[in-house]
């Protein structure tokens, strides 16, 4: 099994910044993609930003140039620096991994694991 815990939520004015956090634990065998999704009261959950192994990132259009997601392999963690943040960014935000955990045996299957989310509120 692999847990993510998320954290970093809070209370921001509009245009003010944040930071998020995630850590994945557990018996990983390696991580390919890390992503922060978010869902408002009433909505979809949207995907925000994700993170290759490699570096590679993508993000949707309406966070593209304030919001920055990073990740560190070594530690299996990821940031979402959040900036220039509005009203319409409020959501519960989620981080969800995707890779290869160790079953008891030893033997590599796939995974996707979800953290618990954490409420980001832009108001002033």
């Known amino acids: 099994q692999v847990q993510l815990v998320d954290s970093g939520g809070g209370l921001v004015q509009p245009g003010g910044s944040l930071r998020l956090s995630c850590v994945a634990s557990?018996?990983?065998?390696?991580?390919?993609?890390m992503a922060w999704h978010r869902q408002a009261p009433g909505k979809e959950r949207d995907l925000v930003a994700s993170i290759e192994k490699g570096g590679a990132t993508k993000y949707a259009d309406s966070v593209k140039g304030r919001f920055t997601i990073s990740r560190d392999n070594a530690k299996n963690t990821m940031s979402l620096e959040m900036g220039s943040l509005k009203p319409e960014d409020a959501a519960v935000y989620y981080c969800?991994?995707?890779?290869?955990?160790?079953?008891?045996?030893?033997?590599?299957?796939?995974?996707?694991?979800w953290g618990q989310g954490t409420q980001v509120t832009v108001s002033s």
């Open positions: 969800s991994a995707d890779g290869l955990h160790y079953t008891d045996d030893g033997t590599p299957i796939v995974f996707r694991s």
């Open positions: 557990g018996s990983i065998a390696s991580i390919t993609t």
